[in-house]
Every structure is written in structure tokens, then in C-alpha cells.
């Protein structure tokens, strides 16, 4: 089975500031890999699919990156309504999630 | 706009079966590939499995020998089945549509998701 690790587990951060989550495979996913945002009590939204394309209707200001085993979700000037809980989730061999970061 | 909403029982007898149905309006079911994704109270996501139109399911390996997926496609709707359950599959049930082509997959549409508590 493949293991997607996140890091970090939670972060603090204010309006305004730039941040990156990681997103680690135990093995070579290629570019199987998808940004999730989720809301308290919401279901999750895409953000970014196949490491780096930006969902239609998703701020310019969220962009991924990464190939393999590497990949970071990146926010540019932080937003209020961005404090959220992130995953990442690869479909290379079957679907995992990363076990989430929440931005405080 | 395409839109899931998942239905079924919100309290399961431990040792019985899960059923959830997930209706899909605004788009047909007959293309793409639909998949239920389930969340423990306070926990992460965890993927159950998904059906393609055609028929063709995949499965949690760690859930396999428990889960059938099927998909009703002259009601435009898929469905979940879990047997012999325990405490440890309660959760928010989430039905989502999933595209992309092969292994180039990503879900783009969710439902609201529905509780499934697992008490006596």
C-alpha cells in the first residue's frame, strides 16, 4: 500500500502570509496527486488535481507542485476564509489520503 | 451543475449491513466514475471504493472482503453495501464523482455526506 504523509500536521499562520504544505509518498506516484480543502462540517473541495492543475473556480492565489514522492500545496497571501484542514490524496495504486494539515 | 446527495439508515445494528444510495442529478451517472469516501468523527479521509458506469468496481484492500459498490444507471444513482459492522465504521459517508482518465483520477464533485453512527 502506498503511504501518504503530511507535514506538518497543523500550522499557524495569519492573513496575508504565504505557506506550504508537503506531501510525502512512500513510493513514485508520478503526477497521481490531488489537493483537497476541507471546511468544519462541509464536505471536502477540490483544490488542485494531477499535482499542479488548478480546478476551475479555485483563487489563482492556491497552486501545487511536485512530481513522485515530493509535492507541496502553496497558498499566496493567506485569506480568511482559508483556515481549513488540507489533504492530499494519491491515485496512483488505488486512493490514499495524506492525513491532513489544519491551518489555524 | 452536477449534484450527489447520499441517502440511507443513520444508525446500523453492529454485525449488520450499511446500505447508502447516492442520487446524482444535473449530469448522468453513465460516464465517469463514482466513489464513496468515508470520515470517523474527528479523523481523516479514508477511500472505500469506486464504480465506473460500466459496471468495473475497486476496493479499499483493508475493506475489500466487507464492501460492494453498484451503480443503478436508469435511476442515475450508485450504491454502498458494508457488512458485519462494527463501532469502527461509523462515519460521514461522502459519495463523490471521480474524473480523469486511469490512475489520472480526482474527485471533483461531493455530496454533503451523511452520518452513519454504529450503536445496539
Known amino acids: 500500500d502506498i503511504q501518504m504523509t503530511q507535514s506538518p500536521s497543523s500550522l499557524s499562520a495569519s492573513v496575508g502570509d504565504r505557506l506550504t504544505i508537503t506531501c510525502r509518498a512512500s513510493q513514485n506516484i508520478g503526477s497521481y496527486l490531488n489537493w483537497y480543502q476541507q471546511k468544519s462540517g462541509k464536505a471536502p473541495k477540490l483544490l488542485i488535481y494531477s499535482a499542479s492543475s488548478l480546478q476551475s473556480g479555485v483563487p489563482s492565489r492556491f497552486s501545487g507542485s511536485g512530481s513522485g514522492t515530493d509535492f507541496t500545496l502553496s497558498i499566496r497571501s493567506l485569506q480568511p476564509e482559508d483556515f481549513a484542514t488540507y489533504y492530499c490524496?494519491?491515485?496512483?495504486?488505488?486512493?490514499?489520503f495524506g492525513q491532513g494539515t489544519k491551518l489555524e | 451543475q452536477v449534484q450527489l446527495q447520499e441517502s440511507g439508515p443513520g444508525l446500523v445494528r453492529p454485525s449488520e449491513t450499511l446500505s447508502l444510495t447516492c442520487t446524482v442529478s444535473?449530469?448522468?451517472?453513465?460516464?465517469?466514475?463514482w466513489n464513496w469516501i468515508r470520515q470517523p468523527p474527528g479523523k481523516g479521509l479514508e477511500w472505500v471504493g469506486y464504480?465506473?458506469?460500466?459496471?468495473?468496481?475497486k476496493y479499499n484492500p483493508s475493506l475489500k472482503s466487507r464492501v460492494t459498490i453498484s451503480v443503478d444507471t436508469s435511476k442515475n444513482e450508485f450504491s454502498l453495501k458494508l457488512t458485519s459492522v462494527t463501532a469502527a465504521d461509523t462515519a460521514v459517508y461522502y459519495c463523490?464523482?471521480?474524473?480523469?482518465?486511469?490512475?489520472?483520477?480526482?474527485?471533483?464533485?461531493w455530496g454533503q455526506g451523511t452520518l452513519v453512527t454504529v450503536a445496539s
Open positions: 464504480i465506473r458506469y460500466s459496471g468495473s468496481t
Open positions: 490524496q494519491q491515485t496512483y495504486s488505488f486512493h490514499t
Open positions: 444535473g449530469g448522468s451517472i453513465s460516464t465517469y466514475y
Open positions: 463523490a464523482r471521480g474524473n480523469g482518465l486511469g490512475a489520472m483520477a480526482w474527485d471533483d464533485h
